[in-house]
Every structure is written in structure tokens, then in C-alpha cells.
């Protein structure tokens, strides 16, 4: 049973350039959900992927957008990267509404400068 | 707005002893409640959970307490280890299936003297 792998670890980009972020889904999961996680507080919801649709959505800007393949792995796109948007992204793989199997991910820590 | 909420940030016991991680919440809709244990470099780990129909839930050494008229929970870790050195998040979620999601507090770090 393989977990849930993010990719890159760490990516230092500028302020307005754009970002990709890629979290895979542990076998068996159908349903990837992404968390920011800013510096000194809790992870933050920003959205859920299930059936390679939005199935959810946090208070976040639509430059937040993200896609879910066929094998349930998910990117998450920043548009117009914003020094706030420095943070640790974390995604975690689940069976649709069990939030109890959630599998996160180690994350991936993204400065903007 | 901080809907769950952990106020200290950090506790420092000593192996062996009792250790007691505190969370308030202020949304009377959150039904569910988990623990996670976070260590550096990796994701969050879940601990533990209760539902509003109870009011302890119990797992080895570690025991959740919800006081529901309180909006105030807390997680018991007994006797504390020094691996249990890492950071606790508190996290509630109105309801369970599909479009549900978690709201966690800040974290409390955790740190267990040998």
C-alpha cells in the first residue's frame, strides 16, 4: 500500500509568477484534499477533489485552482503568487466524506519572494 | 475568525507523567472531532476522534474528553513518552460524507522530558 507522495518538497518562486504542485493518492483512495498551512497555524482547507471534479471549496481566491486525473492524483495551481501565499501545501488522500482516512502527505514548503 | 482554537501554544512534561492538550471551539455545528500528530517533515498522523453522541473516547493511552455545553475539548496522554514529542493539532468538522471537510486550530507543541 503506497502513501501519499507531493511534489516538489520545497520551490522558492516570485511574487506573480505561477506554481504547480502535485500530490499522488494512496491506493485505493478517490478523493484528494488540499490544506495550506501558513507559518504558526493549522492547516486551512482549500479544496477537495473527487470524480476529477471541485467537490468543496475553502476561502480562497479562484488563482487557487487545482485538477484531479483519472488515477486520482491532483495538482494544485497558484496564479499570480502573492507573498502570503508562502506556506506549507499539504494534500491528503481519502475515501469520499471519511475524513477519518485521510492520508496526508509530507507537503510541499513554498516561499515567495 | 478562529473557529477552533488551541490557546497554548506549546507544553513541556515530563516522561511518565500526564499530559493534557487543550482545545475550544465556537461553531455549536461541529459534531465530529479529531487529533492529529504532526512531526517535522512529515504530514499529519490522525490520533483519535469522539462524535458529539459521546463524551470520552479512549485508544491505549490516549483518551479525548468532549464537554459539549463547554465547546471545550481536551486529549489525555498517559504516561507521556519522550515520541510523543511533536505537534498536536485539534481538528472539528460539522458532518461526515461527501463536501465535508476539517477545520483545525493552531497546534500545540508537544515536548516530553526523559
Known amino acids: 500500500e503506497t502513501g501519499v507522495t507531493q511534489s516538489p518538497t520545497h520551490l522558492i518562486k516570485t511574487r506573480g509568477q505561477q506554481v504547480t504542485l502535485r500530490c499522488s493518492s494512496q491506493?485505493?483512495?478517490?478523493?484528494v484534499s488540499w490544506y495550506q498551512q501558513a507559518l504558526g497555524q493549522g492547516p486551512q482547507f482549500i479544496f477537495q477533489y473527487y470524480r476529477e471534479e471541485e467537490n468543496g471549496r475553502g476561502n480562497f481566491p479562484p488563482r487557487f485552482s487545482g485538477l484531479q486525473f483519472p488515477n486520482y492524483s491532483s495538482e494544485l495551481n497558484v496564479n499570480a503568487l502573492e507573498l502570503d501565499d508562502s506556506a506549507l501545501y499539504l494534500c491528503?488522500?481519502?475515501?469520499?466524506?471519511?475524513?477519518?482516512?485521510?492520508?496526508f502527505g509530507s507537503g510541499t514548503r513554498l516561499t515567495v519572494v | 475568525d478562529q473557529q477552533v482554537k488551541q490557546n497554548s501554544p506549546s507544553l513541556s512534561v515530563q516522561e511518565g507523567r500526564i499530559s493534557i492538550l487543550n482545545c475550544d471551539y465556537t461553531?455549536?455545528?461541529?459534531?465530529?472531532f479529531l487529533w492529529y500528530k504532526k512531526y517535522p517533515a512529515e504530514g499529519p498522523t490522525f490520533l483519535i476522534s469522539i462524535s458529539s453522541i459521546k463524551d470520552k473516547n479512549e485508544d491505549g493511552r490516549f483518551t479525548v474528553f468532549l464537554n459539549k455545553s463547554a465547546k471545550h475539548l481536551s486529549l489525555h496522554i498517559v504516561p507521556s513518552q519522550p515520541g510523543d514529542s511533536a505537534v498536536y493539532f485539534c481538528a472539528a468538522s460539522p458532518t461526515t460524507g461527501a463536501n465535508s471537510k476539517l477545520t483545525f486550530g493552531k497546534g500545540i507543541t508537544l515536548s516530553v522530558r526523559p
Open positions: 491506493s485505493g483512495h478517490n478523493t
Open positions: 491528503a488522500s481519502s475515501l469520499v466524506g471519511d475524513f477519518y482516512g485521510y492520508t
Open positions: 461553531n455549536s455545528m461541529f459534531d465530529y
